[in-house]
């Protein structure tokens, strides 16, 4: 069976076992955005809180994030874990937007894909998997997002090399799926169930994965 196809295998067999999983939780595209950095080496639990806490003090906003202190933004989202290291991407993050987009995040997405994605990479704190989030699930941008349990996914089923790049892992999506931002998301979201309830990275739970080979599956 060929790549392309066993991706797409893949997908209808998590989303037989699984259903939608109604990614991202998040009332606006700036609490998605949010959301993208403070999940960073944590649960979405534990970010979920964090953005709790600036609800409370009504923070969720360009203006507003702009002008509170990096110290007070850090104890708000402590829950977060790292939340000193996570206040200043945010606050990186925000002054870009008011420094190149007048604080609209709406002028923001406007721009081409590619030239935005570049200018997100800049941004001290914002690798490929946040800034394919932020585009992905804040601006509606069909593009893959990968993550480590994307990786440990495609590697222990011999799709990708031990070595393989982002890039090279993004592709194969892109190239085997239909271009399609309801798909990317929902098949990232997917992605990260199966990780976590199966292919975990110590003491995997193979026998009752829905991705294990099976030879009579009707392709």
Known sequence: MSKSKRI?????KLYKRYGPQGWWPGGSKLE???GAVLTQNT??????KAISNLKKE???GIEKLAFVSTETLASLIRPSGYYNQKALK???FISFVVENYQGDLERMFDEET??????LLTIKGIGFETADAILLYAGGVPIFVIDAYTYRILSRHGLVAEYTTYEEMQELFTDSLSEDTQIF???HALLVKVGKEHCRKRSPVCDSCPLQYDPHTIL
């Open 8 to 12: 797409n295998t893949f997908y209808k």
């Open 32 to 34: 998605c955005i949010l």
């Open 43 to 48: 649960s979405w639990t534990n970010a979920e």
């Open 58 to 60: 009504n923070l969720i």
């Open 90 to 92: 945010i606050k990186h």
């Open 114 to 119: 590619q030239e935005l994605r570049n200018k």
């Open 185 to 187: 998301n929902e098949y």
